[in-house]
């Protein structure tokens, strides 16, 4: 039952692909890719190195029970759970977005917060969303959603929502335009506290070739900056 080796816990899609160039960069690569097996968990080149993959959501409980002793998950995720067990010792930049308010084109989103109307939020990130407006010293009633939040104003659910955008792309589609800009975010590595003492050996080579390797990535971003 107790598995030896180390378990990363990582969701599909985004966090996957960009997580394999990292591994790569620790020595590790993956048996097959979560998009063409149905297989929950999965091995690596390393006997002592295992995959499972959650929904992005559940990564951040893996690790802290200890399912897993290390896992991937956007800033979005992890101020959703708190973070409590959790040791973050790495932003490692990837799966990048912007948690913003976006509202139906026409809507006068300045006129109705200086109102001070209350005003309907509808989101995925309910303590984003609170911890902003109430930054504002706005009243908001909250509706939680599980995804599509863009649909919720068009169809009268809430006035605004909160959700991420990366290319702007979805919000157009679908005649949404972003007024707000919360917070920048990007996937942390995050890891189980007691699984960092007692397979330290094992997990802080891991945390060091991650380290490395995203300090080389900054550093090319930084040289292609000062070339243009
Ligand atoms: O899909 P599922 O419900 O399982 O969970 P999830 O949507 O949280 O997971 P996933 O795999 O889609 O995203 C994992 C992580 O990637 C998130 O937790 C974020 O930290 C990060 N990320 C980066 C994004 C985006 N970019 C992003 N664009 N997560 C979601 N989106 C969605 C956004 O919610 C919106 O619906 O993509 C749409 C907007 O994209 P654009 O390009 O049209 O602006
Ligand atoms: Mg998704």
């Known amino acids: ?25 620790a020595g590790i690569s993956p048996a097959e890719s979560p998009e063409s097996s ?22 951040p409980t893996y690790v802290q029970y200890g399912a897993a002793d290390l896992g991937i998950a956007g800033k979005d995720v992890l101020n959703e759970h708190g973070g409590a067990g959790l040791y973050q010792p790495l932003d490692l930049q990837i799966a990048r977005c912007r ?3 976006a509202v139906r084109e026409g809507y006068d989103y300045a006129g109705q917060v200086k109102q001070g109307a ?8 309910v303590n ?26 068009l169809v009268g659910l809430s006035d ?7 290319t702007g ?25 007691a699984a960092l003492k007692l397979k330290c050996d094992l997990i802080q080579p891991v945390i060091n070739a991650f380290s490395t390797a995203v300090e080389r990535e900054a550093g090319y971003q930084d040289q292609g900056q000062a070339a243009r």
């Open 1 to 25: 039952m107790t598995y030896p080796g180390i378990t990363l816990a990582l969701s599909k899609g985004r966090i996957f692909d960009e997580t394999v160039p990292l591994l790569a960069a």
């Open 38 to 59: 149905r297989k929950l968990i999965i091995g690596t080149n390393r006997a002592d190195v295992r995959l499972i993959i959650v929904r992005a959501s559940d990564v």
């Open 99 to 101: 948690m913003m308010v």
């Open 118 to 125: 209350r005003i309907r939020v509808a989101t995925k990130y």
């Open 128 to 153: 984003a969303a609170r911890e902003h407006f109430a930054g504002k010293g706005v009243h908001i009633d909250l509706i939680k959603l599980y995804g599509s939040m863009e649909l919720a104003p």
């Open 160 to 166: 605004v929502i909160v959700d991420l955008v990366s």
């Open 169 to 193: 792309g979805t919000l157009k589609a679908n005649g949404l335009v972003a007024v707000e800009h919360i917070s920048d975010i990007s996937s942390r590595l995050v890891v189980n506290q």
